[in-house]
């Protein structure tokens, strides 16, 4: 057993970063995203004890990742969303430059929202091909699809966020 342990710890602990960051992707909250974390390392442990081993890592975990994100937000529709208690908290942070921070933090919260209202289907496809890295073949393989299908996702999907984007920069100039 703690042979199988080491083996899938040097599989797999490269590839935390990519998790993470998709997991960030998938879900709303920092604390949501470090469970989604957990479970895919947890459910892929599972299935290397039972010696289900991908011969590539990353797309493997990615997919594991996307199938539990995409039931937590089924399971979650059918019930109220619930608002933390530090979210309503206002943090006093002191900062030497305030103004330049207010500005990264509005965009940054621009570019979540913007991606939230992307269709399922292109976030996945933007988060996996142009935040993580994977490549058009592998997000394919990550996804269930055809890599026409991730193409053609990533072609609109870009073109939505930067619509989204456009509309809302010239908000905040006018």
């Not at 937590?72 to 933390?84: G, I, L, T």
Request: include cysteine.
């Amino acid at each position: 057993m703690a042979n199988e342990q080491d083996e899938f710890l040097r599989a797999t602990m490269g590839a935390v970063d990519l998790v993470y960051n998709l997991s960030r992707r998938l879900t709303d909250r920092r604390q949501d995203a470090e469970d989604l974390v957990q479970d895919t390392f947890l459910q892929a442990f599972r299935a290397w004890t039972d010696h289900r081993r991908p011969k590539k890592v990353e797309p493997w975990l990615a997919t594991i990742c996307l199938n539990l994100a995409r039931s937590r937000y089924r399971s979650r529709a059918r019930r109220p969303s619930e608002v933390p208690f530090e979210e309503w908290m206002v943090e006093g942070r002191s900062s030497a430059d305030p103004e330049s921070r207010a500005v990264q933090v509005i965009e940054r919260e621009q570019l979540y929202r913007a991606m939230r209202e992307l269709p399922e289907e292109q976030r996945v496809a933007i988060t996996l091909v142009d935040l993580s890295g994977f490549s058009t073949y592998e997000a394919a393989e990550a996804m269930g699809t055809p890599r026409g299908t991730v193409l053609s996702r990533l072609h609109r999907g870009r073109r939505a966020l930067a619509r989204l984007l456009g509309d809302r920069i010239e908000e905040v100039i006018r």
